[in-house]
């Protein structure tokens, strides 16, 4: 990861984004703060995608299965009629 002070950034900033698309993380400083963060896009959404459709999976073999009466019985527990 490394750092880049804001006004080269804005100088280069088509150059960092080439970077960025490679793979690099960059942080842009201003007065020796970070300001902001440039990150990949995909990286980071593809694999929580890819990593909450596994639990789901996981969730769906341990659940087995339901009736139709089980699901209404549960809709229902605690209604006053």
């Known amino acids: 990861m ?10 280069h900033l088509p ?3 080439d970077e960025v ?6 942080i842009i400083t201003r007065h020796g703060r970070a300001i902001a963060r440039l990150v990949p ?3 980071g959404k593809r694999e929580n995608i890819r990593r909450v459709i596994e639990e789901m999976k996981a969730a769906r073999r341990g659940a087995g299965t339901i009736t139709v009466e ?12």
Do not use: C, N, P
């Open 15 to 17: 150059r960092l984004l």
């Open 41 to 43: 896009e995909g990286d």
């Open 2 to 11: 490394r750092e880049v002070q804001a006004s080269e950034a804005k100088t």
């Open 21 to 26: 698309e490679r793979g690099e993380t960059l």
């Open 70 to 81: 089980e699901i209404l019985s549960a809709r229902d527990e605690g209604r006053k009629y």
